[in-house]
């Protein structure tokens, strides 16, 4: 409550990926969605879709942990049809903060934050470019990154890693990933040093 007495509105944070894993970065994503949920934030996973395909493995771990699943459905990688679909849902959700992570998630999610005047934060997950698809996804994405986006989250330090890739330093800020421990367990098939995920 604020100090008129009234109840405040919880914070909505439109969470965007397009990839459809539960890797590394998507564990991440789903853990902080639901710690951030338990501390009064409202969360809402929009997640792409393509083709046929009505769901993923990504949608469906962040619906057995109880957040709200928004499919953003795609007919190709370059659908800009996807700006309007995400419009629609900032507005539907009244989200406060677009959070995007992947490449078209991305782009289509930092020109809609945009339109709609919504900070953006843009997580990176280890972008890489090891062949010539790679080269053309990043250059693009840190374009868009470095001239839209409000924040730049990391987490390992920024400072070759900002100049190796032409980031402004100022924009980025390190925040180290956190694990769930009660998930991990020592793998006692290896020198007892190794743990392995549950």
């Known amino acids: 409550m604020n100090s008129s007495g ?10 965007l990926r397009d990839s459809p894993w539960v890797d590394g970065p998507g564990r991440t ?86 339109i709609r005047r919504k900070p953006v934060v843009s997580t990176v997950h280890g972008w890489i470019a090891n062949d010539a698809r790679g080269s053309c996804m990043w250059q ?10 409000g924040s730049l989250l990391s987490p390992s330090g920024p400072g070759g890693w900002s100049r190796r890739h032409g980031f402004r330093f100022g924009k980025i800020s390190v925040i180290p990933n956190a694990l769930t421990l009660e998930r991990y367990v020592p793998d006692r098939s290896a020198d007892g040093s190794a743990a392995r995920l549950v």
Not at 141 to 146: A, E, G, N, V, Y
């Open 6 to 15: 009234s109840t405040m509105r919880r914070l909505t944070i439109l969470d």
């Open 29 to 114: 994503i789903l853990d902080c969605a639901s710690s951030l949920r338990d501390h009064g934030y409202k969360l809402v996973i929009g997640t792409f879709s393509g083709g046929e395909q009505k769901t993923n493995e990504y949608a469906e771990e962040a619906k057995r942990r109880g957040l709200e699943v928004r499919t953003i459905h795609e007919r190709g990688p370059f659908d800009f049809r996807v700006v309007g679909q995400i419009l629609k849902l900032i507005d539907d959700v009244s989200a406060d903060i677009v959070h995007t992570h992947d490449f078209r998630s991305n782009v289509f999610g930092l020109l809609a934050a945009r």
């Open 140 to 149: 693009p994405t840190r374009l868009f990154c470095d001239s839209l986006t």
